[in-house]
């Protein structure tokens, strides 16, 4: 058989795996890639493979990054089943219109520039009739039941404890009389989430692909209640609003539950609690309809008050542009969690460009910020962003609570690759920047001496039982072949640079000028390719 990695390759976003076995095609999520203009151009790449040609697609969960694809995949002659559980299935059908809207809505600002420009006119990835049509594909199965793809090929769908319905899949290959189980992660949820029931543990694999967005961290152990209440209380006495860019599926419900934790409890003041974002309406009243699948914890919660832990008597919705926009002139500190959750599209840039100079405001992140966007630069310390054209100072309090995030730590990650009973023949790290799955491909060798493997975009896995060899990638072009190669190149030549830079500033203290001035313009040309400029 043979996996081939057509996303999430040393980058975050854009999961999609293809696996063959016989004349068989089976894609593993088709997400969208997201970030800097370098990396989002890859949305526009032809598919790498006859899209007619795949049997049915395997759906971890619906967060854009794996699924936001499937509808240009339709469009292009995709006929056959999406498999996913009911929940995905659900928060699909309002993820991918609002995907398609937002498409169309860049498209139209692009082509009112480009116009001017001369350019020629660009057309959306997809329409909203794109994204419904693929609703059509969709087959929702339950977890822990196997699901019989062909005689070959079965698969069970299990637990993620990533977002509400997410999923690992079990993925068991018959070929020549022999089965070979491989284990896709999808996205590993944080134990110990609330509302989320914690991931699955699975005891047998033979290949497992798992990702690593948190492979080179650990989450900050704290009272998450307390330091949220701490940030809100400070900027309540400032005057200021507390603007939440969240991720509409997972983090804004989660943010939701323990605002609702806090005011009940009278730690922080009874101020207006507003989600600005459709999407994240349409969300939680997903989540609110499918409480089978919350925690015990949070069942105990509609058990005992009969009161949703979604719920609050402060909590207001706005669902138009408008209402939206008024958010803006009040006089009264607020909440206002509002999409998208690295701050790249939406409502969150109004709120943004209206808080951003405010020394009184807080802007707090909650989740990863990818790198090239703008959420990345803010957290990262930015003293001015462009928002829509126009220079905004960042004088709000910037505050980055990693430890809300839905993605295990490098300790969980690990913690989930221990309850393999047998050690599996290879572990291959996606779904993470090389600074986060390189060190954790060290610590694997190192705790479990289990053999990894960090594939470039397009590298290909033969896989024969227990023995596997890569293919590189010949889908790339020569000319990002080489960037890659020379990008090795300077990682090997970094340290021995590094050492001299100091050597010499130590000598001679007079150079220390010029080698920051120099220092200084690289940093400036790395920032500015960060940011697709």
Sequence with gaps: MKLTFLGAAKIVTGSSYLLEVDTQKILIDCGMFQGSKTITAFNR??????PTAIDCVLLTHAH??????LPKLCKSGFKGPIYATRVTHELCGIMLPDSAHIQGFDAEIANRKGKRAGRKPVEPLYTIEDAYATLEHFSPVDYDKEVTLSPNVVVRFRDAGHILGSAMLEVMVNEEGKTTKLVFSGDLGQPNQPIIKDPTFIDEADYVIVESTYGNRLH?????EEHLATIINASVARGGNIIIPSFAVGRTQTMLYYLHNLLKAGKIPNIPVIIDSPLAISATDIFMRNTQDFDAEAKGMLESTKNNPLQMPQLRFTKTADESKALNSLNEPVIIISASGMADAGRILHHLKHNLWRPESSILFVGYQAQGSLGRRL????????IMGEEISVRATIYSLDGFSAHADQEQLLTWLTYYKRKPANIFLVHGEVEASEPFAQLIKETLDISTYIPNFGDSALLNGLEWNIEQAEV???????LHEHLELLDKEYGEYRRYLEQLGSADNKKMGDIMRNLEKMQVYINKLKKGV
């Design 45 to 50: 790449r032809d598919f790498l493979y006859d």
């Design 64 to 69: 854009i990054d794996h699924s936001g694809l």
């Design 220 to 224: 900050e152990e704290y009272d998450k």
């Design 379 to 386: 957290v990262e310390g930015a003293s001015k962003v462009k």
């Design 476 to 482: 790339i072009d020569p000319a990002i072949r080489q």
